[in-house]
């Protein structure tokens, strides 16, 4: 491996790869596990169930907070690795060895946050081209995955062949009632187009079409206001993840580069000076 020279005369090694990849691994394998876990026992963060916009706010937020807790003890067991098994470098500073092994510890974070961004972009992908396969691209609609229900109760007959196909007519539906959630929300001639949509594929009188058309709006909005806030909480718990993991990730590589030096536990408070002298090498 190359090296560099230190103020000191002595040789530094550079980052090692094997290790850092090597804890990368580790930490995306239990990373998946403990999620795989956690969704097991319901503690999943986002969901493709109707069921799951009826969720409590509580259920958000502790979905939420195991996301984070398995993030830290994830990339804390992976940088821990990735410490105990690389290589001190020649060096008797020993701040220069801490910063390395806390570097090697960074390392294996940023592969395992690209390797499960990559293994999520393939996984979203495919299940997208199972879900999307059979249907033309231009019949297909984003309410579908949010608002299929709300769609079900909009077309609901009263007489009306089995059979039928409302496929373009669920996709068109489902965008306009997507508008209800703007600021101005939705516009009175998309309203009024949804009713003669209603009433022309239900059979259902003018008035009944309208009062089914304002109950399915007003669901709508409560369901993407719903979906909205998990969307939100989702995102915060995937960055406050994130940063907590590269956090425990440094700390942990910190320990195991100790703990590969011979030092019985880690020293987490005091004064350093005194406390790494078994880092010390020979030149």
Not at 21 to 30: E, M, N, P, R, S
Not at 211 to 231: E, F, G, H, L
Request: glycine share 10%.
């Amino acid at each position: 491996m190359e090296t560099i020279a230190t103020p000191g005369g002595l040789a530094a090694r550079h980052l090692n790869w094997t290790p850092a990849v090597l804890g990368a691994l580790v930490a995306t394998a239990l990373s998946s596990i403990l999620l795989a876990f956690g969704a097991t026992i319901g503690l999943g963060v986002s969901s493709t169930s109707s069921s799951w916009r009826d969720a409590s706010a509580a259920l958000w937020l502790l979905s939420g907070l195991y996301l984070i807790i398995q993030a830290a003890l994830s990339f804390g067991v992976g940088g821990y690795i990735a410490g105990r098994t690389s290589v001190a470098p020649a060096a008797s500073d020993a701040a220069e060895i801490e910063t390395r092994d806390g570097l090697h510890g960074l390392a294996a974070w940023a592969i395992a946050v690209v390797l499960g961004v990559f293994l999520a972009a393939i996984l979203g992908g495919a299940t997208l081209t199972r879900s999307t396969g059979s249907t033309p691209s231009v019949r297909t609609s984003a309410a579908e995955p949010l608002l299929s229900y709300e769609i079900d109760r909009l077309f609901r007959p009263s007489r009306r062949a089995a059979t039928a196909d409302l496929a373009q007519e669920r996709a068109e539906a489902g965008r306009i009632l997507l508008t209800s959630s703007s600021h101005s929300g939705m516009s009175g001639d998309d309203r009024g187009y949804l009713v003669q949509m209603v009433a022309a594929i239900t059979g259902l009188a003018g008035p009944e079409a309208e009062r089914r058309v304002d109950t399915v709006i007003a669901s709508s909005q409560r369901a993407i206001a719903k979906s909205r806030r998990s969307s939100i909480i989702l995102a915060f718990s995937v960055a406050a993840a994130l940063l907590l993991g590269a956090v425990m990730a440094w700390a942990a590589a910190g320990i195991g580069g100790r703990h590969r030096d011979g030092a019985p536990m880690p020293h987490w408070m005091g004064a350093r000076t005194g406390q790494l002298d078994y880092r010390r090498r020979d030149a």
